[in-house]
T-cell receptor
């Protein structure tokens, strides 16, 4: 099956800093999503982005499908950005299976 | 919209007991997923339904686990008998095929 690798595994940021999270995948995808799991365990959908660039407030994401990677940008980080960020992908032959990466644990300190 | 609704939110049960987790997907969504999350294995897909039909249950750990979707607005995941290694957070998620997938808040299961 498709492999999804996220980097870095852990990230500590000071409030106000910017950061980039990366997701590499091993096959062509027709669905890619970024999720934020907050400290209470909720999985919040951030972006549906199989290709192109999207922005939502301080967050933005870019997927370069031909090169099999996606980036999530966090600008002017806040303590509420802490949590785990997951990239998840789906391929045309995966019958709806969303394959998750291992996640990037982000801690934003005041 | 109310989002994906799961119950119970938390359950503590004794080994050997039957556990039933429930999920109400978002209205209009035709695909439903059950995931399990543990520290050791991360997020694992257990089973996927499309139009109420199980499409892929290859992630179901063993015969103790079963899932049903009797109609478009309800699904259950049952563990019988439960074991301590089943302790995990169980997430239900739904989508209109090919679109954004939305997760419920999870059911936190502890088997003692």
């Amino acid at each position: 099956g498709i492999q999804v690798e996220q980097s870095p595994p852990d990230l500590i940021l000071q409030e106000g800093a910017n950061s980039t999270l990366r997701c590499n995948f091993s096959d062509s995808v027709n669905n890619l999503q970024w999720f934020h799991q907050n400290p209470w365990g909720q999985l919040i959908n951030l972006f549906y982005i199989p290709s192109g660039t999207k922005q939502n407030g301080r967050l933005s994401a870019t997927t370069v499908a031909t090169e099999r990677y996606s980036l999530l940008y966090i600008s002017s980080s806040q303590t509420t950005d802490s949590g785990v960020y997951f990239c998840a992908v789906m391929t045309t032959d995966s019958w709806g299976k969303l394959q998750f990466g291992a996640g990037t644990q982000v801690v934003v300190t005041p | 919209d109310a989002g994906v609704i799961q119950s119970p939110r938390h359950e503590v049960t004794e080994m050997g007991q039957e556990v039933t987790l429930r999920c109400k997907p978002i209205s209009g969504h035709n695909s439903l997923f059950w995931y399990r999350q543990t520290m050791m294995r991360g997020l694992e897909l257990l089973i996927y339904f499309n139009n109420n039909v199980p499409i892929d249950d290859s992630g179901m750990p063993e015969d103790r686990f079963s899932a049903k979707m009797p109609n478009a607005s309800f699904s259950t995941l049952k563990i019988q008998p439960s074991e301590p290694r089943d302790s995990a957070v169980y997430f239900c998620a739904s989508t209109k095929t090919g679109n954004t997938i939305y997760f419920g808040e999870g059911s936190w299961l502890t088997v003692v």
